[in-house]
């Protein structure tokens, strides 16, 4: 089993309390002894997993960065569904999906995880290439929603957007140069909402296979949001969709 480590309180106590098994050891700061590090030392040996007491220098030059909050954790991959046509077969009801077209921050990856898991989306979905994956630190940022939500990689996003349609998931694009807004629009059915990158935007293939451009109303002096902020927008306009119509 391939391993990597990931840090963080969120991030590592959502990965003892959903897949234990996966933590192989733990380090953590021995200079903390506050009541979270000792509820978190506690779930872990209740779990079985080894605790290594370290110091903060040698906690950051494990994960490379000093935003540890004193405990990380070597850890295997997860069993959440990889495989989109594995996720697709499982899941009941029309679905709910994200599109990341190369997000590269790994905070935005991070909070779009979060977003995702909040409105209860099956899956976020992204390209393997020029896209930053999922690190510690978007794992950190997601505060245990790297555990719950798949983030399925793929090699060419154009094939899977259109193994998504053969599928009847509506595949709608968001865009700041088109009229109809997400207002506009009924998400009610199958969906896979397309984010594109920070500075450019969703790559031209992306674009002509979606379905539908839409937009986010900008009713301020900004000109866009945030692509987490943007995909929360979208998603849970969806679900309230979805909700009103149940």
Known sequence: MKSKMIFGFHAVTSRIRHEA????????????????????IHAAKSAGIRIIQAD?????????????????????ELS??????????????????????????????????????GVGAHAVIAPKDRAVGLNATAEKVASGAAETVPYITVTNLARTIRD??????????TSDDVEKTIYD?????????????????MRRLT?????MLVQIPMLGSV????VSVASGVCLYEARRQRIAAQ
């Open 185 to 201: 629009v009924d998400f009610k059915g199958g969906i896979a909402i397309v984010m594109g990158n920070e500075g450019e935007g």
């Open 164 to 173: 998504l349609k053969e599928r009847d998931i509506w595949i709608i694009g």
């Open 56 to 76: 903060d220098q040698r906690l950051s030059n494990i994960v490379g960065t000093r935003r540890h909050q004193g405990v990380v954790a070597k850890a295997g």
């Open 21 to 40: 098994s996966s933590v192989e050891e733990i380090y953590v700061d021995h200079d903390r002894s506050d009541r979270r590090m000792q509820e978190l």
């Open 223 to 226: 000109e866009s949001l945030n």
């Open 207 to 211: 674009r002509e296979n979606c379905d």
């Open 80 to 117: 959440l569904a990889r495989n989109l046509d594995e996720l697709l077969d499982a899941i009941e009801g029309p679905p709910l999906l994200l599109i990341l077209d190369g997000i590269t921050d790994p905070h935005n990856l991070g909070a779009c995880l979060r977003v995702a898991d």
